[in-house]
């Protein structure tokens, strides 16, 4: 009790300690922007809501590279089984949106973990590689199983039944936005949460000094495979998402192009903080929407110079205002 | 049985064409530790010039080669010269990215100066046809492409066992910080290694150019071949370049011609069993 | 006296190069030994042992008269055993406070928990800033790790180490690279460590080591040559040979 009366009279006198943003006033604004978007919008709701999904993914693959530190160009594989899981499941089984998206996050999660067992145990250079061949591995399992995934020509045929029994999706695609956009949040919020909590804390010091942090007494390999598979089932419910809102799903769910994209989206909005792979999912795919009536070679000419001249110009010191002032490490 | 022969022979070249391509930046990542992605761009600018000075130059093959060769090597030493070197002391990440970038702007490049068809060498008329071996009948482009692969590796090995660039070259690799006070002109190593592993890439490019067509995505499409021919080969040795292109080459081939609907499936699930078995590489250095 | 620390026979090689021979010590409760001995050596090496990161060829570690020499760095920390590093600091970037924190919540086992925010553990974070308090570091605990002067990034190594309350404490040359006059507040901190800490401390500046050390053991060529009180070792003549040469 007196450490406490302390406290509260130190602080007065010196610079304040650190201290997080908190989780749901960051959700809060993800869901005030994105509904303002939705509502200011309209005729736009099929590409916020490609806009939401892909944020998710970003979004969970910024636990990996940007809180966990591990570079993977791989990570399409967890929301391509998530997709693949969700539409047959829609197919087979029942079209109930909600349940999809558990089997798509369980898939993606369980994908996740069994790969991780065996990725984790390696780093940098390697463990790349070995993220790159995992992925591969699903993408020619995905095309021999014709009957699973539809080959090249993709699974497609099925239905979403109404959410919650009362919201049908519609048309003009008002259902699918303010579906994907309230998952989004709510994973947004557990993601926060997760960050801000003492095994994020713990992971975010792997990620700065993995042999150090052993010094400190953590289960280093224990913790990886937690925030990675926590990562899955975030990758699996964009997987089922996009599954449920496209009503298709193609092989390029788990190509290497796409694991490709969704890195250079999270470099380019600020990788660490969550709030940067969302800005950069949002900015990628809205300069892509404009672009892609142009020739598809200036738009890569675009991308690869704004690339170069992310790393040059040093974002790590404006990255770090950012995550300063966004609520990165406080 | 011939068809095992048709493997063996077929996957020997595409085994040799890896190696080529991949040597230079296997050499590049033991000696800088630089990662870049940009190297499949360095095969493609390659084989484009192969392909413009045999197609619309109207020269021979023997002399489009050389000269396609030098100009490769030189882009790759002017571009380390004035913007790659910047990036040696940045994050493993940054460098991939920044290359990516790179290869995305080549690409882009590269369609705008020649369109988006596939481009194609044309080879002296002789290596259009086969060679008679006695026992079998070879296609003579894959006995050239064999052949150029061994060369090549009897060359890398003798420059850097016999030769005074292959001692600072191994010195720089194994002790940078105290090569430089020991007089070796590390910079210059730097850069005539990445010049001459661009070099070689693009020599891989057109030698290769029949099984991997040369079109302005070639940068990237193949670039994860590369990647997987360096990680399980090892970063900065040739014997297990080498030995990783050929292993690799003969699987994907046998792959391809006995269970094709499988995909690159066995390609990397032998890529991820050889680096799980040795992450260091094969032949670790 | 109890032995905190029994290390018996340790010995290692690295390929042709017998870096360990045959060393044996005690550290006991209170204690404070000094490990000192000409460059290459072996004292990283050895507490590089003692601490988790190298395996020994042959020879037990011994901590509370437990044999540790199976068990990984990880698990000794939480046997009570902490050591502090040369050359990095554990998270650079980290707001300094936020270190201490991590180390107190990886002691508290609660690294595993998932929910709530780091903000909501009061005690935690009073004994982190008390820690923080004792060593000086009070006014920059929410200053970035890498931005401080060398000399408090050897402070906060120390907080990290003490965070974790361990029994042992493995010292790897805490004043190295600090210059002369910033280190008051270092000897200040190693003055003031728990009396009950058994610590092992490599340094090289001698003027510390004979007015901090109760016991000093010299290694050279990884070998243990002297082991006895500041006075012994000073009139060794083996000592005197070792450091002046023949």
Not at chain 1, 47 to 60: E, G, P
Not at chain 1, 73 to 96: I, Q, S, T, W
Not at chain 1, 303 to 325: C, H, N, Q, Y
Not at chain 3, 129 to 149: F, I, N
Request: proline share 4%; glycine share 10%; with cysteine.
């Amino acid at each position: 009790m007196n450490a406490m009366n302390d406290i509260g009279a130190v602080q007065t006198i010196l610079p304040k300690a650190p201290k997080c943003v908190s989780a749901w006033r960051s959700a809060a604004m993800v869901l005030a922007i994105g509904a303002a978007a939705c509502f200011s919008m309209p005729e736009q709701l099929g590409l916020l809501t490609r806009i939401f999904v892909t944020a998710l993914l970003v979004l969970s693959l910024d636990l990996v590279v940007g809180v966990a530190g591990l570079a993977t160009l791989g990570h399409a594989a967890m929301f391509g089984v998530g997709a693949y899981a969700a539409g047959n499941f829609a197919l087979h089984v029942a079209p109930d949106p909600l349940v999809g998206l558990a089997i798509g996050m369980v898939a993606g999660g369980v994908l996740a973990l069994v790969s991780g067992l065996f990725l984790l145990r390696y780093q940098g250079f390697t463990f790349l590689m070995l993220t790159v061949a995992v992925s591969q591995i699903m993408l020619s399992l995905a095309q021999k199983a014709r009957d699973w995934t539809g080959g090249d020509d993709g699974l497609s045929g099925f239905m979403n039944s109404p959410l919650l029994g009362r919201f049908a999706f519609d048309l003009e695609g008002k259902v699918a936005a303010g579906y994907s956009l309230i998952v989004l949040v709510v994973l947004f919020y557990v993601a926060r949460r997760l960050v801000d909590s003492p095994f994020g804390l713990a992971v975010r010091g792997v990620h700065e000094n993995r042999a150090r942090m052993a010094a400190l007494g953590t289960p280093v390999f224990r913790r990886l495979l937690a925030v990675y598979t926590a990562a899955g089932l975030l990758a699996g419910a964009a997987g089922a998402l996009s599954a449920q809102t496209n009503a298709v799903v193609g092989l390029d769910s788990l190509s290497f192009a796409l694991s490709a994209e969704i890195l250079v989206m999270l470099v380019l909005g600020g990788a660490g903080n969550l709030n940067g792979a969302l800005l950069g999912a949002a900015i990628f795919t809205m300069l892509h929407h404009t672009a892609s009536s142009i020739n598809p070679y200036h738009w890569l000419f675009v991308v690869g110079f704004l690339l170069m001249a992310v790393v040059l110009i040093s974002p790590a010191k404006a990255l770090a205002l950012l995550r300063r002032r966004l609520g990165g490490v406080q | 049985m011939s068809t095992l022969f048709n493997i063996a022979i077929d996957g020997l070249a595409y085994g040799m064409v890896l190696f080529v391509v991949a040597v230079g930046m296997s050499v590049t990542l033991g000696l800088m530790r630089f990662v870049n992605l940009s190297h499949g761009a360095f095969a493609m600018v390659g084989g484009y010039c192969a392909a413009y000075l045999t197609r619309d130059a109207q020269w021979s093959f023997w002399l489009a080669t050389p000269v396609a060769l030098l100009v490769t090597g030189l882009l790759g030493a002017v571009l380390e010269a004035l913007v790659l070197k910047h990036l040696y002391r940045r994050k493993e990440l940054e460098q991939v990215l920044f290359t990516i970038g790179l290869s995305f702007v080549l690409i882009a490049t590269t369609n705008a100066i020649a369109g988006p068809q596939v481009q194609l060498i044309k080879l002296p008329e002789f290596l259009s046809g086969s060679v008679d071996l006695g026992i079998r009948t070879l296609p003579a482009q894959r006995l050239l492409v064999i052949g150029a692969g061994l060369l090549v590796a009897a060359a890398c090995t003798w420059t850097i066992s016999h030769t005074r660039f292959g001692v600072w070259l191994r010195a720089a690799v194994d002790h940078s910080s105290t090569a430089s006070t020991l007089g070796i002109p590390i910079r210059l190593v730097q850069c005539a290694s990445f010049a001459a592993g661009a070099a070689l890439a693009g020599l891989g490019g057109i030698l290769g150019a029949e099984l991997m067509p040369l079109e302005p995505y070639y940068a990237i499409k193949y670039l994860v071949l590369v990647l997987v021919v360096v990680a399980v080969g090892g970063m900065g040795s040739v014997p297990g370049t080498m030995a990783a292109a050929v292993l690799l080459g003969l699987i994907e081939t046998a792959s391809k011609y006995l269970a094709s609907d499988w995909g690159s499936l066995f390609f990397f699930l032998a890529m991820a069993c050889l680096l799980a078995w040795r992450p260091q590489g094969l032949f670790k250095r | 006296m109890s032995q905190l620390l029994e290390v018996r026979g340790l010995d290692k090689h690295f390929g042709g190069l017998h870096v360990t021979r045959n060393v044996s010590f005690q550290v006991a409760a209170g204690e404070r030994l000094a490990l000192i001995g000409p460059n290459g050596a072996g004292k990283t090496t050895l507490v590089n042992q003692v601490s988790g990161v190298l395996r020994p060829d042959s020879g037990a570690i011994y901590l509370q008269g437990e044999d540790v020499t199976p068990r990984s760095q990880a698990q000794r920390v939480r046997a009570g055993l902490a050591r502090t590093f040369q050359i990095t600091t554990l998270a650079p970037h980290f707001p300094v406070q936020r270190q201490v924190e991590l180390a107190l919540f990886e002691r508290e086992g609660l690294t595993g928990r998932a929910w709530r925010s780091i903000d909501s553990y009061p005690a935690l974070q009073a004994e982190a800033l008390e820690l923080l308090e004792r060593l000086g570091l009070r006014a920059h605990a929410s200053v970035a790790t890498q931005d401080l002067a060398y000399g408090e990034q050897r402070l906060v190594e120390m907080a990290l180490a003490l965070a974790l309350r361990p029994k042992v404490l493995l010292l790897d040359e805490p004043m190295a690279g600090v210059p002369k006059g910033d280190g008051a507040r270092l000897l200040a901190a190693l003055d003031s460590l728990p009396r009950e800490l058994g610590v092992l401390i490599i340094e090289h500046d001698m003027d510390l080591v004979f007015r901090f050390a109760s016991r000093i053991l010299v290694l050279a060529e990884g070998a243990v040559l002297a082991n006895g009180t500041p006075d012994e070792i000073r009139r060794d003549p083996k000592v005197r040979a070792a450091y002046l040469g023949p």
